[in-house]
T-cell receptor
Framework: DSGVTQTPKHLITATGQRVTLRCSPR?????VYWYQQSLDQGLQFLIQ???????AKGNILERFSAQQFPDLHSELNLSSLELGDSALYFC????????????FGPGTRLTVL | KNEVEQSPQNLTAQEGEFITINCSYS?????LHWLQQHPGGGIVSLFM???GKKKHGRLIATINIQEKHSSLHITASHPRDSAVYIC????????????FGKGTKLSVKP
């Protein structure tokens, strides 16, 4: 158990819908990273927050957004969902950027039908 | 283009064999990570290193900064080592986000 929690574990929804994925970092970790793992693209970095502020953006679509709240939990919002958004979404946390070990949550498996 | 290349893509071994997985990257990095992903999907961090060598149990990770290359070794492999092993790097100047290789799928047969 990494200490990082993600909910829900599984999510099945339809195209065009909007979903919210939630992540709680390890106690004491201030930095949260969101990654997407799809069969064709592998693992890709989406976005990073540190202590409530956005620190870096990767291959995140405009239909996706995220935020980190004062209690340090983070939410990833995915809207206007497409079939291609089906993937495993991982959250990871670390003490602080930039170069620390990252601890991964169990992931949320999103299926868009 | 920042790339992380892993080899081999797939690896089948007999229990007890010594295993090596390789990772190369294209530009200077600040740190390299080895991750393990089990069939259930969960990802575990095995090592983070920026120079030299680290050992944890039967796992050894090495990095050669000049050659931009890292290896993950598993000694006395066991069926429970069957997993996907992923190399990832922090490129210099990044905020810590990881760039990943495509992974090596290891299957250890009893």
């Amino acid at each position: 158990d990494s200490g990082v929690t993600q909910t829900p574990k599984h999510l099945i929804t339809a195209t065009g819908q909007r979903v919210t994925l939630r992540c709680s970092p390890r106690s004491g970790d201030l930095s949260v990273y969101w990654y997407q793992q799809s069969l064709d693209q592998g693992l890709q970095f989406l976005i990073q927050y540190y202590n409530g502020e956005e620190r870096a953006k990767g291959n995140i679509l405009e239909r996706f957004s995220a935020q980190q709240f004062p209690d340090l939990h983070s939410e990833l919002n995915l809207s206007s969902l497409e079939l291609g958004d089906s993937a495993l979404y991982f959250c990871a946390s670390s003490v602080a950027p930039p170069y620390n070990e990252q601890f991964f949550g169990p992931g949320t498996r999103l299926t868009v039908l | 283009k920042n790339e992380v290349e892993q080899s081999p893509q797939n690896l089948t071994a007999q229990e007890g064999e010594f295993i090596t997985i390789n990772c190369s990257y294209s530009v200077g990095i600040s740190a390299l990570h080895w991750l393990q992903q089990h069939p259930g999907g969960g990802i575990v961090s095995l090592f983070m290193l920026s120079s030299g060598k680290k050992k944890h149990g039967r796992l050894i990770a090495t990095i050669n900064i000049q050659e931009k290359h890292s290896s993950l070794h598993i000694t006395a492999s066991h069926p429970r080592d069957s997993a996907v092993y992923i190399c990832a790097v922090n490129y210099g100047g990044s905020q810590g986000n990881l760039i990943f290789g495509k992974g090596t799928k290891l299957s250890v047969k009893p």
